[in-house]
Nanobody
Framework: QVQLVESGGGLVQPGGSLRLSCVVS????????MGWYRQAPGKERELVAT???????KYADFVKGRFTISRDDAKDTSDLQMSSLNPEDTAVYYC?????????????WGRGTLVTVSS
């Protein structure tokens, strides 16, 4: 069974930075697109950023150059470096990956890590 585990969330002051990490574990052949999503209280889950195996990235408009997504295929990890955080960035951040099993791709989600931006 494939699992994703996020880490790095916490409390940060406005204008601060935080780095989230996601580790993929279990039995699989390869990882296709990886991504980070977030869900703020009372809102729907939304895309933050994705990264393809070749490194092509996609960001939500609200990121505005503040966040950087990366991946290390040797370690099966993805990081989300966040800077210039503001209270509107407060949310549970989820890691997502499309993982190739024996015959098909499976979309897998982590349980999330809470990011709170507050003074």
């Amino acid at each position: 069974q494939v699992q994703l585990v996020e880490s790095g969330g916490g409390l940060v002051q406005p204008g601060g930075s935080l780095r989230l990490s996601c580790v993929v574990s279990g039995r699989f052949n390869s990882i296709d697109v990886m991504g980070w999503y977030r869900q703020a209280p009372g809102k729907e889950r939304e895309l933050v950023a994705t990264i393809a195996p070749i490194g092509r990235t996609k960001y939500a408009d609200f990121v505005k150059g503040r966040f950087t997504i990366s991946r290390d295929d040797a370690k099966d990890t993805s990081d989300l470096q966040m800077s210039s955080l503001n209270p509107e960035d407060t949310a549970v951040y989820y890691c997502n990956a499309n993982v190739l099993g024996d015959f098909e791709y499976q979309e897998v989600w982590g349980r999330g890590t809470l990011v709170t931006v507050s003074s």
